[in-house]
């Protein structure tokens, strides 16, 4: 027998009282739009869950993507049949004849009250007709297979299996952030961070050209595509870097250099975020990483911008983070050897514990705030989409 | 003139030595091979846009056969290089582990004669499974072969001469519990025309001008866990395990020509199942003349069968001689005396296996090639002596 349905359950979803209905709307198009490729697929939205259904589709694939939308609790293949107590008995008999196991457990739950037999006279008959048609025996503690039946208004559903979705929220009712991404392992794994929990991102990327390679492009290129897959639409500002790079190891002592140029950069990415209506700004630092990545070091190039930093992987350790960027499949394209504007001209010993006053004697050795606007008014914008097939392949 | 336009068209049934290129594929090629032409290695503007779009071909070919997880692609030169890489490229790199290799007897040559190779150059042993009369690999007899030393299994989806299909899935499963012995599968002959379990394999053959692509371009799907020692040492492409600049636009057309392939496969799979049923009907009819050796139930693309008291070759030219294109003796070494390796293995019969024929098929034959072949074969085999 052949499972017709998957039962999307939500998440944290059941705690958002009144925007309940925003947030449910926003996961059925995100769901819809993940599995366009899927050309049978059909859907239902209810108050509680939403059902997609198969139309022989193969159900792997289908969860597959489905475990990359963000906001879904958990997913299961459900068959679905009429409220009679016949048929829900022999579901799911066949449905418990195909699992591999010794022990069972029956589950009921009777949303509708007008179904006349209750949960635990349902779960009787149920466990009754598969004790006496297989040789599976009943364990209510630790059950090889848990067999489930939610008797609903519409029909009853019945699943034996379930898995975890991506948890978080649904992407796009968390409002937008600028993200500030470099092509290094951290800043993409902070990038999906931020969607999972429903916040759209736009890319802020520091290019020093031509001593960063155009490389360093096509690799973030490559890395926004795989993000693509959580936000199908990303925005990517790259500002032009050097020559204020280039002022900076004029007028600032070597150990100073880096300090000096997080600074800079988190006035341009302040200045681009409150461009973009975008309430904050995120990065992918990681406490005590680097030496700009020291609780000192943040406070003294914190100090430049009043809108507040996410920093989504700070307190992660690096081999956590690489977890999950191999798991996301962005791992690959991270490690590929391109310098970017953090590690060319790097200092043997920068500060990891920056003064405040000495960063501000040096800004006011130059006029960055011109080379700053200038950067700004020369961004170059790109917007990297999920690809529709390309013609050549 | 040559013979060729003795006839008035061409038929050709001869698919399994090579397909006719797909329009759509050749246009990608042209388009690359003119705007795209950087060297996939070079650092400026050019070249970057090479690789992004080799880059684009490869994740194509993995997640068209749904590996994109777990295995990698190594685009090669076709399906010899391939096998050769994955074999001696397996051997060289876990030797340390043992010399014990197992193939069977009906692989193609570019299997077998890698392994006599390393049998006769490098020490190492090789087993080699037998095939029943249907041309199959029995996968208890592999149970019973692995050895402690074993390192390599090499087994074919599909074999090229009587397209019979092996227990790939079967094997997979058995190696599933010995996984320190790697299995590679030559599936040339299968890919788009039966079901393969892609992913339970570790290192997987296939080129492109079987599938409608061009000729000189293949690929080696393996694994991300294993390393091979490179055959080819140079400049570092594929990941160092396979120098030598990238021919970009052959692998953007063979990426095209996979999904087409992939994307019709159902569809071309009934209609050469319905196309080749007269011919199979014919041959079962006549058993005073013909032996079928294939199961075009099983896989309708190749139908071989054996002339039980005539020449094969007389009637293979007389067949070229009316334009219709077939195959005796696998055209890897069809010229000379010899006899098919693979139907004498099933048979145990020379003169069987000297006199097959192999007729193959593609999507774009049509009934009438079929139905001429039938009339010109019946004459034939009826009017030679």
Same mark, same amino acid.
């Given at each position: 027998?052949?499972?017709?349905?998957?039962?999307?359950?939500?998440?944290?979803?059941?705690?958002?009282?009144?925007?309940?209905?925003?947030?449910?709307?926003?996961?059925?198009?995100?769901?819809?739009?993940?599995?366009?490729?899927?050309?049978?697929?059909?859907?239902?939205?209810?108050?509680?869950?939403?059902?997609?259904?198969?139309?022989?589709?193969?159900?792997?694939?289908?969860?597959?993507?489905?475990?990359?939308?963000?906001?879904?609790?958990?997913?299961?293949?459900?068959?679905?049949?009429?409220?009679?107590?016949?048929?829900?008995?022999?579901?799911?008999?066949?449905?418990?004849?195909?699992?591999?196991?010794?022990?069972?457990?029956?589950?009921?739950?009777?949303?509708?009250?007008?179904?006349?037999?209750?949960?635990?006279?349902?779960?009787?008959?149920?466990?009754?007709?598969?004790?006496?048609?297989?040789?599976?025996?009943?364990?209510?503690?630790?059950?090889?297979?848990?067999?489930?039946?939610?008797?609903?208004?519409?029909?009853?559903?019945?699943?034996?299996?379930?898995?975890?979705?991506?948890?978080?929220?649904?992407?796009?009712?968390?409002?937008?952030?600028?993200?500030?991404?470099?092509?290094?392992?951290?800043?993409?794994?902070?990038?999906?961070?931020?969607?999972?929990?429903?916040?759209?991102?736009?890319?802020?990327?520091?290019?020093?050209?031509?001593?960063?390679?155009?490389?360093?492009?096509?690799?973030?290129?490559?890395?926004?595509?795989?993000?693509?897959?959580?936000?199908?639409?990303?925005?990517?500002?790259?500002?032009?870097?050097?020559?204020?790079?280039?002022?900076?190891?004029?007028?600032?002592?070597?150990?100073?250099?880096?300090?000096?140029?997080?600074?800079?950069?988190?006035?341009?990415?302040?200045?681009?975020?409150?461009?973009?209506?975008?309430?904050?700004?995120?990065?992918?630092?990681?406490?005590?990483?680097?030496?700009?990545?020291?609780?000192?070091?943040?406070?003294?190039?914190?100090?430049?911008?009043?809108?507040?930093?996410?920093?989504?992987?700070?307190?992660?350790?690096?081999?956590?983070?690489?977890?999950?960027?191999?798991?996301?499949?962005?791992?690959?394209?991270?490690?590929?050897?391109?310098?970017?504007?953090?590690?060319?001209?790097?200092?043997?010993?920068?500060?990891?514990?920056?003064?405040?006053?000495?960063?501000?004697?040096?800004?006011?050795?130059?006029?960055?705030?011109?080379?700053?606007?200038?950067?700004?008014?020369?961004?170059?914008?790109?917007?990297?989409?999920?690809?529709?097939?390309?013609?050549?392949? | 003139?040559?013979?060729?336009?003795?006839?008035?068209?061409?038929? !050709? *049934?001869?698919?399994?030595?090579?397909? /006719? +290129?797909? %329009?759509?594929? =050749?246009?990608?090629?042209?388009?690359?091979?003119?705007?795209?032409?950087?060297?996939?290695?070079?650092?400026?503007?050019?070249?970057?846009?090479?690789?992004?779009?080799?880059?684009?071909?490869?994740?194509?070919?993995?997640?068209?056969?749904?590996?994109?997880?777990?295995?990698?692609?190594?685009?090669?030169?076709?399906?010899?290089?391939?096998?050769?890489?994955?074999?001696?490229?397996?051997?060289?790199?876990?030797?340390?582990?043992?010399?014990?290799?197992?193939?069977?007897?009906?692989?193609?040559?570019?299997?077998?004669?890698?392994?006599?190779?390393?049998?006769?150059?490098?020490?190492?042993?090789?087993? !080699? *499974?037998?095939?029943?009369?249907?041309? /199959? +690999?029995? %996968?208890?007899? =592999?149970?019973?072969?692995?050895?402690?030393?074993?390192?390599?299994?090499?087994?074919?989806?599909?074999?090229?001469?009587?397209?019979?299909?092996?227990?790939?899935?079967?094997?997979?499963?058995?190696?599933?519990?010995?996984?320190?012995?790697?299995?590679?599968?030559?599936?040339?002959?299968?890919?788009?025309?039966?079901?393969?379990?892609?992913?339970?394999?570790?290192?997987?053959?296939?080129?492109?001008?079987?599938?409608?692509?061009?000729?000189?371009?293949?690929?080696?799907?393996?694994?991300?866990?294993?390393?091979?020692?490179?055959?080819?040492?140079?400049?570092?492409?594929?990941?160092?395990?396979?120098?030598?600049?990238?021919?970009?636009?052959?692998?953007?057309?063979?990426?095209?020509? =996979?999904?087409?392939?992939?994307?019709?496969?159902?569809?071309?799979?009934?209609?050469?199942?319905?196309?080749?049923?007269?011919?199979?009907?014919?041959?079962?009819?006549?058993?005073?003349?013909?032996?079928?050796?294939?199961?075009?139930?099983?896989?309708?693309?190749?139908?071989?069968?054996?002339?039980?008291?005539?020449?094969?070759?007389?009637?293979?030219?007389?067949?070229?001689?009316?334009?219709?294109?077939?195959?005796?003796?696998?055209?890897?070494?069809?010229?000379?005396?010899?006899?098919?390796?693979?139907?004498?293995?099933?048979?145990?019969?020379?003169?069987?296996?000297?006199?097959?024929?192999?007729?193959?098929?593609?999507?774009?034959?049509?009934?009438?090639?079929?139905?001429?072949?039938?009339?010109?074969?019946?004459?034939?085999?009826?009017?030679?002596?």
């Amino acid at each position: 027998m052949k499972y017709d349905h998957i039962m999307v359950r939500f998440g944290e979803l059941s705690t958002k009282g009144k925007n309940k209905n925003d947030f449910i709307n926003t996961l059925f198009k995100n769901i819809i739009r993940a599995l366009k490729e899927f050309k049978n697929l059909k859907y239902e939205k209810r108050y509680d869950h939403i059902y997609i259904i198969l139309n022989d589709e193969n159900p792997d694939d289908v969860l597959l993507r489905l475990q990359d939308v963000s906001g879904i609790y958990a997913l299961s293949l459900v068959y679905k049949c009429e409220n009679d107590l016949n048929q829900i008995k022999q579901a799911s008999l066949e449905l418990i004849k195909q699992e591999e196991g010794k022990t069972f457990k029956v589950k009921c739950k009777r949303g509708n009250k007008r179904f006349p037999i209750i949960s635990d006279e349902i779960t009787r008959h149920v466990a009754g007709n598969i004790l006496s048609n297989t040789s599976l025996t009943v364990d209510v503690h630790n059950p090889d297979i848990t067999l489930s039946i939610e008797v609903r208004d519409e029909g009853t559903y019945i699943f034996t299996k379930t898995i975890l979705g991506a948890g978080g929220y649904p992407l796009g009712v968390g409002g937008k952030a600028m993200m500030m991404i470099s092509g290094g392992i951290d800043s993409p794994v902070a990038s999906y961070l931020m969607m999972k929990r429903g916040v759209t991102i736009e890319c802020i990327h520091f290019a020093s050209p031509p001593y960063t390679s155009e490389a360093v492009i096509y690799k973030l290129n490559d890395l926004l595509h795989i993000l693509n897959k959580y936000q199908p639409r990303i925005r990517l500002h790259i500002v032009p870097f050097t020559n204020l790079q280039l002022e900076i190891y004029k007028h600032a002592d070597e150990s100073y250099a880096i300090t000096i140029m997080r600074r800079m950069m988190f006035r341009l990415a302040t200045i681009l975020a409150k461009r973009r209506n975008c309430p904050v700004v995120a990065s992918g630092e990681s406490l005590g990483q680097v030496a700009s990545q020291t609780v000192q070091s943040m406070n003294v190039i914190n100090e430049v911008t009043n809108i507040p930093i996410i920093r989504p992987c700070v307190v992660m350790d690096k081999t956590d983070i690489i977890k999950i960027a191999k798991r996301i499949g962005t791992y690959e394209i991270s490690i590929r050897p391109y310098e970017d504007c953090c590690t060319i001209f790097a200092p043997k010993n920068p500060k990891t514990m920056p003064r405040l006053d000495e960063c501000k004697a040096i800004e006011e050795k130059f006029d960055y705030q011109s080379l700053i606007s200038e950067a700004i008014n020369n961004v170059e914008v790109k917007i990297i989409e999920e690809d529709n097939q390309d013609e050549l392949l | 003139m040559s013979k060729l336009t003795m006839a008035n068209r061409i038929i !050709y *049934l001869d698919n399994a030595a090579t397909t /006719k +290129v797909d %329009p759509e594929v =050749l246009k990608s090629y042209e388009e690359v091979a003119l705007h795209h032409n950087g060297n996939s290695s070079s650092i400026h503007q050019v070249g970057m846009d090479a690789s992004s779009l080799l880059e684009k071909g490869r994740n194509q070919v993995l997640s068209l056969l749904n590996v994109s997880r777990t295995h990698q692609c190594i685009f090669t030169s076709g399906a010899t290089e391939s096998n050769n890489l994955a074999i001696k490229g397996i051997a060289f790199n876990y030797q340390n582990r043992g010399k014990h290799l197992i193939t069977t007897v009906i692989e193609h040559p570019s299997v077998l004669n890698t392994f006599k190779q390393l049998e006769e150059l490098f020490g190492f042993e090789v087993t !080699y *499974l037998k095939v029943n009369e249907k041309g /199959k +690999v029995n %996968p208890l007899d =592999l149970a019973k072969a692995l050895r402690k030393d074993t390192i390599l299994v090499s087994i074919m989806a599909v074999n090229n001469e009587t397209g019979a299909i092996q227990p790939i899935e079967e094997i997979a499963d058995i190696l599933k519990d010995h996984p320190k012995v790697y299995f590679h599968s030559d599936i040339v002959q299968g890919i788009g025309k039966v079901d393969i379990p892609f992913s339970k394999i570790d290192l997987i053959t296939f080129t492109s001008h079987k599938i409608h692509g061009l000729k000189g371009c293949g690929c080696l799907i393996k694994n991300k866990s294993i390393s091979l020692t490179p055959l080819n040492c140079g400049g570092g492409q594929e990941n160092d395990e396979r120098s030598g600049t990238n021919d970009v636009a052959g692998i953007i057309s063979f990426a095209k020509a =996979l999904r087409i392939t992939l994307e019709n496969q159902n569809q071309w799979r009934y209609h050469i199942k319905n196309l080749i049923q007269p011919l199979v009907d014919y041959l079962k009819n006549n058993t005073e003349l013909y032996q079928l050796n294939s199961l075009p139930e099983e896989n309708p693309y190749i139908v071989n069968f054996s002339l039980k008291n005539k020449k094969a070759a007389v009637v293979v030219e007389g067949l070229s001689r009316e334009g219709i294109m077939v195959s005796s003796v696998s055209a890897c070494h069809s010229k000379g005396e010899r006899m098919s390796y693979v139907i004498y293995e099933m048979s145990h019969d020379p003169n069987l296996s000297h006199n097959m024929i192999r007729i193959s098929l593609s999507k774009d034959n049509t009934e009438d090639d079929i139905t001429q072949l039938i009339k010109k074969l019946d004459q034939i085999v009826k009017g030679i002596r």
